[in-house]
Every structure is written in C-alpha cells, then in structure tokens.
C-alpha cells in the first residue's frame, strides 16, 4: 500500500541537458500539491500481420516519455536576492532568472538558452527519475486564496525502482493570501475574483532511435501568452472593456504587490495586455465580465518578481 500523502520531489538544474546533476533532499526539496502523472508519447506499436488464423499479435513497446502535473504555491524565498523554491522549474519553462543581491529575483521569457532539469519524484516507497525536463507553467489567483503556480513538465524516465522515502527539507515561508492587493488593468482598479495567467508554451519532443526511449533532447519551440479575468461590470464611462476589445486598445494588467515582508513579495505584470473574447458574467448578483487576453511584447511580455 502506498500513501499519497508520503510523496514529493526534488527539483534541480541539469548542467548538461538530459544528465542527472544528483539533487538532493537538503538542497532542492520543492513542495507540491496534487501530484499526477502519465506516460508522454507512448508507442505501443500494433503488428498486422495476415496469417491463417483471425486475431492479433502482441503489440511492441517502443519507447515512452513521462508527463507530471503538480501545483506550487506562489511564494518568496523569505530572503530578498534570493530565488525561491520554484526558481529552477520556472527556468525550465523558458524563464529567464535575474538576481539582484540582497533586493529582487525576476523571471521573464527568454527565447533562447532554456534550461533543463532533473526531477526525482518519490511514490511512497519508488523512485522515478526524469531527466531532460521542460514544461509549462500557468499561475492562478483567486480572491482569498492562495495563489499557485500549476506545472507540467515532461523528461525522459528513468525506471521506476524501489527506494526509500527522503526527508524533505522546505522552505518554511509561509504564502501571502490575495488580498490587500492592488490589481488594475490599464491604470484602473478592477474589481475580481479570479485571474490567471498561463505560459502557452509548445515542447517538441524529436524522435530518436539513439536513445534508449526513441526520444531526443525536448525544445520549447514557441508559446503564446494568454489569460483571464473576471471583473466588475461600471459605466462605461469608467472602463469600457468592450470598446477597449474591439479597438485593440493595449491594456497593462498588473496584481500589484502581494505581501509587506521583504523576500517574500511577489508581483506580476503584464504591460502589454489585449482582449482576445469577452463576455458576460454573473457574480453573486453582480453582472461581471469574463475576459480573455493575450499578453503581446515576446520576451517583455511579462515578469514575476519577488522582493
């Protein structure tokens, strides 16, 4: 029997791209919730052959990458200049990581350089080893909550084999609720409840029959920024999104600073924001909008900074 609360992983950057760099439990313990995975890409190759009797010959296994979704709570390090837990998966989704001594760490697209990790994820008792990583990443907020940055990261598997549960060593920041915040779009202090933000980021993962799974090294090859929101509906006279969707008009959306403790706020901001579909909500009784965009300005197009 296996416990799914008696799970987690370690998470560390490959110095070279699909060789295991050996993270280990004191240093690279990352936390995560709602742990999932799946086989990327399996081939299980069926064989037709005609011959005198009806039915099928066994299928061949012919190589397999793995796929594994959890959720991080957004969250500093406790130490301002210093990168968080989530710093090497964020960089593993086509981030780029800017430190500055003693005040920020900010992670923005880059379009070249994306790095790669290895991930040991522990099940209660085995080990499965992902090498080569890349993913995805989307952030959530909800008003109330806490926010959370929810991964998808695909990488060559390496077993599973039986091993002993580590002891995870945390960070013991504790996460800062939405609220208190300052969200606008376009200067404008919107009223919502959710917003999210995802990466969109597209992976390739090339054939390869010198490996041992038939797949080469993963590349994010492109991505496309998008999210959403919901606020209030005023006059329009006050904020007009549907004049602002069907003008094209270009709409900063920023939450703000979350948080008053140095090294652990965080802030997101897209600057350049257009609304791609819009319609109407209903919350509560109040008359809402649900609003997609895109966030255009490619490697500007956004930034997480914590201070």
Not at 38 to 64: C, E, H, I, N, Y
Not at 84 to 112: D, F, K, N, R, W
Not at 224 to 232: N, V
Request: net charge negative.
């Amino acid at each position: 029997m296996k416990l799914t609360k008696q799970e987690g992983i370690l998470v560390k950057l490959e110095t070279t791209p699909g060789t295991d760099p050996t993270p280990t439990a004191a240093d690279d313990s990352v936390m995560v919730e709602d742990i999932g995975w799946s086989f990327a890409g399996a081939r299980m190759v069926d064989r037709s052959a005609v011959k005198s009797t009806l039915g099928q010959l066994k299928p061949v296994f012919a190589g397999t990458l793995m796929e594994m979704t959890f959720k991080c709570e957004l969250k500093g390090s406790g130490t301002a200049g210093t990168a968080p837990e989530v710093g090497a998966l964020l960089q593993a989704c086509g981030c780029g990581e800017t430190i500055v001594a003693s005040t920020s760490v900010t992670y923005a697209g880059v379009s070249t350089g994306h790095k790669y990790v290895t991930i040991y994820y522990y099940e209660d008792g085995s080990i499965y080893e992902m090498n080569g990583c890349q993913g995805d990443m989307e952030i959530t907020y909800e008003a109330g909550g806490i926010p959370m940055l929810n991964f998808t990261m695909t990488g060559h598997l390496v077993g599973p084999i039986d091993g002993s549960l580590v002891t995870f060593v945390f960070d013991s920041t504790v996460p800062v609720p939405f609220i208190d915040a300052s969200f606008a779009t376009g200067g404008f202090a919107s009223v919502i409840e959710n917003l999210s933000f995802s990466l969109g980021n597209k992976i390739v993962t090339p054939s390869d029959p010198n490996n041992a799974d038939g797949y080469g090294q993963l590349a994010i090859v492109d991505r496309e920024y998008t999210g959403s929101f919901d606020p209030q509906a005023t006059l329009i006279a006050t904020d007009d999104p549907i004049g602002d969707w069907k003008g094209g008009v270009s709409k900063a959306i920023a939450t703000g600073a979350l948080g008053s403790t140095g090294g652990n706020i965080s802030s997101l901001s897209l600057p350049t924001c257009y609304y791609r579909e819009l319609g109407p909500g209903d919350r509560d009784g109040i008359r809402t909008f649900d609003i997609g965009f895109m966030a255009a300005g490619d490697d500007s197009a956004f930034s997480l900074a914590f201070t």
